[in-house]
């Protein structure tokens, strides 16, 4: 199974819902500064994206912050739980698709947000994934990616061990984890992407780049798009 097949199929849906109920408490806090530092990004009236809305754990927030929200996943059984948790809304909808290959029109969106690692766990090329991003986003909206922040990594690693006791990923590969990654026996990895990673990632591109630490736990890359 490929890494992206990982996410899609035995990360997904209720086994995925159930990585986040089972997180500690300094965890659970991550989680929450994440969302709150989008919100306040993020104005009442924009038309907001999120890549890789797995079941709805993010999207039902944006969803009451926005005027409308759009969600996308490979992974049909992540949406359609999803759809069963945030309701036959109209100030919601969920496609299947990739997040390399958006099939919106350029500047389609007011915000952008790919937030909890995404830009490593989608495992696709990352500065194709913040292009698409950026292409879909008007001039003056935002595009807002994140991953860790360096000094979460004891917090981190420990919600990782609790997912893999609860069968959720493989057995920790001690001895290949370490350096802000975690690997797994069965072939999982999740790795992290630093300030001076998003930096490259984002050269050449039309924009403005800010990063930030969030809760000493995120690690922020705020794209704004000229």
Not at 45 to 52: F, I, N, W
Not at 134 to 156: D, N, Q, T
Request: glycine content about 10%; aromatic content about 8%.
């Amino acid at each position: 199974m490929t890494l992206q097949g990982y996410y899609s199929e035995k990360l997904s849906a209720e086994r995925l819902r159930l990585c986040y109920e089972l997180a500690p408490p300094r965890v659970k806090r991550y989680l929450e500064a994440e969302i709150e530092f989008v919100l306040d990004r993020i104005g009442t009236s924009a038309l907001a994206l999120e890549l890789g809305c797995g079941y709805g754990r993010v999207l039902e927030r944006l969803i009451a912050a926005a005027r409308r929200a759009v969600g996308i996943d490979t992974s049909r059984d992540s949406l359609r739980l999803a759809r069963a948790m945030l309701g036959d809304t109209s100030s919601c909808q969920l496609v299947e698709m990739d997040a390399v290959e958006l099939g919106f029109g350029d500047g389609r969106f007011d915000a952008v947000v790919c937030i909890q690692n995404g830009l490593s766990a989608f495992r696709v090329d990352p500065r194709k994934l913040i292009q698409e991003a950026v292409r879909v986003v008007r001039p003056g909206g935002v595009a807002l990616f994140s991953s860790y922040a360096e000094r979460f990594w004891p917090e981190r690693l420990e919600w990782f061990r609790l997912q893999a006791a609860h069968g959720l990923i493989g057995e920790i590969d001690d001895d290949a984890t370490g350096d802000g990654a975690i690997v797994c026996k069965d072939g999982f990895k999740a790795s992290t992407v630093s300030a001076g990673d998003f930096f490259a990632l984002t050269s050449g591109l039309d924009v403005v780049v800010t990063m930030a630490e969030v809760d000493g736990s995120s690690l922020f890359c705020e794209i704004r798009v000229l």
